[in-house]
């Protein structure tokens, strides 16, 4: 993706890639992980690994690779990762609000694609 597509292309693309392949038993297991991490150590420890830890490795070494490319500017991979996955898990829950209904659906997307626009654009030339 990186040789023929935008910064805002390849994150969309991820984030639509994503949202099409969350089940609703995922969906569910990480509901209860939300949930359950104020008070289970283990469940903590999953949502710290899985859902903070990885996805912001997976970003850092993503905008990394765009930067060496050319692609972007010279950025702190480590901190837009970070922030951007911190984002991204708010709008997460949105998204499954929406989904059953508590929320609007249209919204949520718009907004999901207008914060993948903003952090683009703090990576550009």
């Known amino acids: ?6 910064p ?3 994150f969309k693309n991820i984030l639509f890639y994503f ?31 899985y859902v903070v830890n990885e996805p912001s490795d997976y970003y850092e070494r993503l905008i990394q690779k765009m930067s060496r490319c050319g692609m972007i500017r010279q950025i702190d991979a480590r901190m837009l990762a970070e922030q951007y996955n911190y984002v991204s898990l708010s709008l997460t829950k949105e998204y499954f609000m929406a989904k059953n209904g508590l929320a609007d659906m249209h919204s949520v997307v718009k907004y999901m694609i207008r914060t993948i626009e903003f952090f683009c654009g703090l990576m550009k030339e």
């Open 1 to 6: 993706m990186l040789m023929i597509m935008q």
């Open 8 to 10: 805002e292309e390849i």
């Open 19 to 49: 949202g099409g392949h969350v089940s609703g038993t995922i969906e569910n297991i990480a509901m209860i992980i939300n949930n359950e991490k104020y008070r289970n150590p283990r469940a903590a420890e999953m949502y710290y690994r």
